[in-house]
Every structure is written in C-alpha cells, then in structure tokens.
C-alpha cells in the first residue's frame, strides 16, 4: 500500500478484512466516554497519531488514553477471532 504499517489507511483495510465497519464520530467525544458509553461490542479507536481498543466497555491500552478526542470508530461486527 506504499504507506507503514501503522498508517490509518493500512490499519484501516486490515480491519475491514477482519470483519470491522467504520461507524460515523458524532460530536467530539473522547476515548473515555466512549467506552462508558459502549458497554457491549469490540471497537478500534483512531485518535490523532494513536489507536486503542474497547472491549465490552474497557479501554484497552498501553497508557491512559481517556482523555484523547476520537477520530475513527471502527466496530466488530463479526470478523475473525484471534485467541487473546
């Protein structure tokens, strides 16, 4: 694809191939608030120059990301599985 791994174009077809649509931002929302308003469902979240997942209303990440604005939401609806 001519552009790194971690680019939100690469990123962004990967999920598509894994069962993940991308769903609209509504308002200015951060990573926090989304997640307590997620309390069911596995999402990948783009923030500027970073992503994180929800799982089932968790914010999974290496640091505390909560306060971050999302940018890209992109939700399972029933990709592969991967053992965790």
Do not use: Q
């Amino acid at each position: 694809m001519c552009d790194m791994p971690s680019g939100n174009d690469v990123w962004g077809e990967v999920l598509i191939k894994h069962g993940y649509v991308k769903r609209p931002v509504a308002g200015i929302v951060t990573a926090g608030e989304f997640a307590d308003d997620h309390p069911s469902g596995r999402y990948v979240l783009g923030m500027e120059g970073h992503v994180a997942a929800v799982i089932d209303g968790i914010l999974y990440d290496i640091w505390d990301s909560g306060d971050e604005i999302v940018t890209d939401i992109w939700e399972d609806v029933g990709g592969e599985r991967y053992a965790v």
